[in-house]
């Protein structure tokens, strides 16, 4: 039973997070093809045309591998998590079933229209097909997000005698205190990471002297989205997030900061530290007094509760890992501030494209938001933990009754062979991409 | 209410099959009988805008199932575990094959892409066969051995065969003769769907000899559908219950065989649309046939214990189901939009329309 719950999780962990680097780029990136081709009807100047095609076709591979491997988390539900589903059907299935109807069917229809339909369309026409895939990726990622944000804080239900969870108000579950600070924090932070591949790949060309002209238009479209990106993924949004966390998930929260004791007098802020499970404390901590208190409520002296104050049975079940994963995420999400600002400047200046150790920086600072985008997932899954539905439903009881250990590990193994794959391919043909360039076509 | 959301899962599902169906069926086709570079390039083009979007009728059947037969939604899933990942694996392998063969031009990378499509096309379509005679034959609900559930009665675990591949044992498996009978008309009737595509969509050089194909393989369809019918109520005894209480279900069987008939007709139509129309008439009927059969019953029980899954004991609650209405029409309206919209941009055959391998 230990055992099959341990393969269930590690199947969904693995397939979400291999799923997850995808979509992330998809919706980020959709957002600056769409200005590119923007840019593009108002100037006419074909540069932003053909950068438009240019990462349409990264779009193409990227927008793919988030199909083929998205197909398995919807399937995930019924043959991993079958009690969850049974249970929590009325509610789950609703938000599930109005991503396909409304995200996927738009998303499908129009990406064919888009990558082959230029010609076909003319540019205007082409560019509301651009649109109409951005706003399906977008819509998507609200429906993903609206069923999260019920397991994490579920509102709009009722609880039946043989444990079913109804829906009794659907518009509740669009008004969720949770989904929006949570949903504008996500799609910053996915276009963060398209700004960060964006001037990557911009910072790339001005270094090596190939396709200049459009190395530096990269980089300053990198650059300001990216600014943008990384301040609105700090401040207001990820600030209104820990502030629900605090306000619904204590528990989680003080493990997410790293507080076993409550504090007298205000809670420090926890920048560096071990935790250490069996004697509940931080090893090699460095923190500062009273800012956690500022932070979350305005006031210095504010009481966070710790984690003594929980009974031990509903602590995170990983505690060190919420802690890092948190951690990881702000830590990073600080050094992009700092360095798209800087290279803000110095593009103001124009010389950024002179400050090669900044460029540098900029090229490989790529997986960065990746880790920061996952991590970020982990803080809200893990936090979630013991729960599958907050403080409602335990992760144990959501198990597929039927389907034994070994069954589940034999198909985790083939997901690992068939991922590792998928992901060598993608590496192979982007990188392909990227080294051709970007091609100034006359069509 | 029950009634209603039923149609509509079967009318997704039967889109799909006629839908996705095509692609499956070109992909058969370019396994066995596109051997020249170019048959095989016009083939993928011909599907190549389509099939993603085809493809996401499984994936929103499958969610609203999940959110009007939450419990059949578990069952289901779990219980058919293995051969349900096995599909994904597929459904994978075909798409990679389909959207990665254009990013480099070397004959290898070809061949190897060729293959993944072609292979992982054949297998699904046969899955999906014997998924349709695993819902049909049903399944051991609570795991009865010797008058003992050894599951909760609405759950089951089904491996992929047992040793007799009898349909009649205690201990099934996904695969047996009956199962195994639905799977191969799944593969001839979507080859011949598919054959009817490539004919429809491209000017191929395959099409005369794709036609003679049809006409030949219908014969088999033919012998193969009569073993079906007979055999059915050995397996399941009261499958043709509905039909004798209600004769005007007969309208689907009706269907299928028009469809059929049409099929043998497919040398000498003028319209080349007409093939198609067969074809699809024959996967809507035959689909819808099974269904109006089935109805109430979801999921048969094959032991006495336990009942068998209906649309009664696994649909959601009313508030659900009625919100669940107004955006189900919203939806299904924008969705038939944007597949006009979709076919009236590629209309027509596809040999000259350039979009090209990027």
Redesign the interface.
């Known amino acids: 039973m230990e055992d099959m719950l341990f393969y269930d999780r590690m199947q969904f962990a693995f397939t979400i997070t291999f799923h997850y680097l995808f979509p992330q780029l998809t919706m980020g990136l959709s957002l600056i093809i769409v200005y590119f081709k923007w840019k593009f009807l108002r100037s006419k100047n074909l540069v932003y045309n053909d950068s438009a095609k240019f990462w349409m ?1 990264i779009f ?2 990227n927008f ?1 591998m988030g ?3 998205g ?2 988390m ?2 995930q ?4 998590w ?2 969850f ?10 938000t ?7 995200s ?3 998303e ?6 888009f ?3 230029e ?3 003319g540019h205007k026409l082409h560019f509301l097909t651009g649109f109409l895939v951005f706003l399906g990726s977008w819509m998507s990622g609200w429906f993903i997000l609206a069923t999260n944000a019920w397991m994490q804080h579920p509102v709009g239900y009722e609880i039946l005698e043989n444990g ?1 969870f ?3 108000n ?1 518009t509740e579950l669009f008004t969720n205190p949770w989904l929006l600070p949570a949903y504008l924090h996500n799609q910053a932070a996915s276009l963060v990471t398209a700004s960060f591949v964006v001037a990557s790949i911009g910072a790339f060309y001005v270094l090596s002297e190939k396709h200049e002209k459009f190395g530096k238009l990269f980089l300053r479209t990198g650059v300001v989205f990216g600014l943008i990106s990384t301040l609105i993924v700090a401040f207001p949004t990820g600030d209104m997030n820990a502030k629900n966390v605090a306000k619904y998930q204590p528990a989680s929260f003080a493990a997410m900061e790293g507080i076993f004791h409550t504090e007298e007098g205000g809670a420090e802020i926890v920048l560096i530290g071990q935790p250490n499970m069996k004697e509940e404390r931080l090893d090699n901590k460095f923190a500062v007094p009273n800012v956690l208190s500022f932070l979350t409520y305005q006031d210095w002296n504010a009481e966070v509760k710790g984690l003594n104050e929980f009974d031990k049975k509903d602590w995170p079940t990983n505690v060190p890992g919420l802690y890092y994963s948190y951690h990881i995420m702000v830590g990073l999400g600080t050094l992009f501030i700092g360095l798209m600002a800087l290279a803000m400047f110095l593009s103001w200046r124009g010389i950024l494209v002179k400050t090669k150790w900044v460029l540098w920086a900029l090229l490989f600072a790529v997986p960065f938001p990746y880790i920061a985008n996952i991590t970020g997932w982990y803080t809200a899954e893990l936090g979630r933990q013991p729960w599958l539905v907050y403080d409602l439903m335990r992760t144990a009881a959501g198990a ?5 250990s070994g ?1 589940t590990l ?2 985790l193994l ?1 997901f690992i062979g ?1 991922y590792l794959l ?1 992901g060598l ?1 993608f590496l192979i ?1 982007v990188g ?1 991409l990227v080294y051709s360039g970007p091609k100034t076509l006359k069509d | 209410m029950e009634l209603f959301w039923y149609s509509v899962l079967i009318g997704m599902l039967a889109v799909y099959v006629v839908f996705d169906g095509y692609d499956f069926g070109a992909g058969i086709v370019h396994l066995f009988f596109a051997k020249k570079e170019e048959d095989k390039q016009l083939i993928t083009k011909s599907i ?3 099939w ?2 085809n ?2 009728w499984l ?2 059947a ?3 199932l ?3 037969f ?2 059949l ?7 058919f ?2 051969p ?2 096995m599909i ?2 597929l ?2 392998f075909r ?2 094959g389909l ?2 063969r254009g ?2 031009h070397h004959s290898m990378w070809h061949a190897i892409w060729d293959k993944a499509f072609g292979v992982s096309s054949l297998l699904l379509a046969l899955f999906f066969g014997l998924a349709l005679g695993n819902v049909v034959r049903g399944v051991n609900l609570g ?1 009865v051995e010797n008058g003992v559930s050894s ?2 009665a ?4 089904l491996p992929l065969w047992n040793s007799s591949l009898d349909p009649l044992a205690e201990r099934l498996g996904v695969i047996d003769w009956f199962t195994l009978l639905l799977g191969i008309i799944a593969v001839i009737s979507l080859t011949i769907h598919g054959a009817n595509w490539v004919i429809l969509k491209t000017n191929s050089t395959l099409n005369e000899q794709l036609k003679k194909m049809i006409f030949r393989l219908n014969f088999l369809l033919v012998l193969f559908l009569i073993a079906s019918v007979s055999t059915l109520d050995i397996v399941q005894p009261t499958i043709f219950k509905n039909y004798k209480e209600y004769p005007v279900l007969f309208v689907f069987p009706l269907m299928t065989i028009v469809g059929v008939a049409g099929l043998f007709a497919v040398k000498i139509y003028k319209k080349e649309i007409w093939g198609f129309l067969s074809s699809t008439l024959f996967l809507f009927g035959g689909f819808t046939t099974t269904a109006a059969a089935m109805y109430p019953v979801l999921l048969p029980s094959t032991n006495s214990m336990n009942d068998s899954l209906t649309v009664y004991n696994t649909i ?2 009313g ?2 189901l009625s ?2 209405l107004n ?2 029409l919203i ?2 309206v ?2 038939v939009l ?2 006009i ?2 076919h009236r ?2 209309r027509g055959k596809m040999d000259a ?4 391998e ?1």
Do not use: R
């Open positions: 076709k193409a591979i793919s199909v083929v491997t197909i398995p919807e399937f539900f019924g043959t991993n079958a009690k589903s049974e249970l929590t059907g009325s509610v789950v299935g609703q599930l079933a109005m991503e396909g109807m409304f996927f069917f738009l499908s229809s129009f990406l064919g229209l990558l082959f339909g010609k076909l369309l079913k109804v829906l009794t659907f597929s009754p039927t389907v034994s069954n034999f198909t083939g068939l998928l391919l043909l392909k | 190549g805008p389509f993603d979007a493809e996401v994936i929103a499958g969610g609203l999940f959110f009007a939450p419990l939604y578990a069952s289901a899933f779990s219980g575990y293995l349900l990942m994904l694996w459904l994978i798409a990679i959207e990665l990013q480099i795991g599951y909760e609405t759950y089951f675990f959601t609650e508030y659900g919100v669940g955006w189900f939806g299904i924008l969705v944007y597949f919209v979709q941009v590629f329309v350039d979009y090209g990027h």
